[in-house]
């Protein structure tokens, strides 16, 4: 069992930053890949990035590429998502979710493809 929990939401101005972590607990040790998803009210789940827990690969939104960036601490257990440059449509609530299967192809798009989440955070970007 893995466990998970976000934090670092809040509300800010366009243009503004916020870092956001995925903390983990549990058998980290099985973590194979942690990505981020946000849900905007009315809408479905949707990837943001992700990360191999190990940091070799990264993966991002075209969304969001030069905006936000995604790293890890294994010595923290820890997942962050800095995000830079925000706009209004960037509003959402976030989750991570954990991936402890090994694969060889990458489904980091696909909800489908974690095993564990986390409760959300909400980053709301006011105009």
């Known amino acids: 069992q893995v466990q998970l929990v976000e934090s670092g939401g809040n509300l800010v101005q366009d243009g503004g930053s916020l870092r956001l972590s995925c903390a983990a607990s549990?058998?980290?040790?099985?973590?194979?890949?942690v990505g981020w998803f946000r849900q905007a009210p009315g809408k479905e789940r949707e990837f943001v990035s992700a990360?191999?827990?190990?940091?070799?690969?990264?993966y991002y939104d075209d969304s969001v590429k030069g905006r936000f960036t995604i790293s890890s601490d294994n010595a923290k257990n820890t997942v962050y998502l800095q995000m830079n440059n925000l706009k209004p449509k960037d509003t959402a609530v976030y989750y991570c979710?954990?991936?402890?299967?090994?694969?060889?192809?990458?489904?980091?798009?696909?909800?489908?493809?974690?095993?564990?989440w986390g409760q959300g955070t909400q980053v709301t970007v006011s105009s």
């Open positions: 979710g954990a991936r402890t299967r090994r694969t060889t192809v990458m489904y980091v798009q696909s909800t489908m493809w974690y095993d564990y």
């Open positions: 549990g058998f980290t040790s099985t973590i194979f890949t």
């Open positions: 990360i191999k827990w190990n940091g070799d690969d990264t």
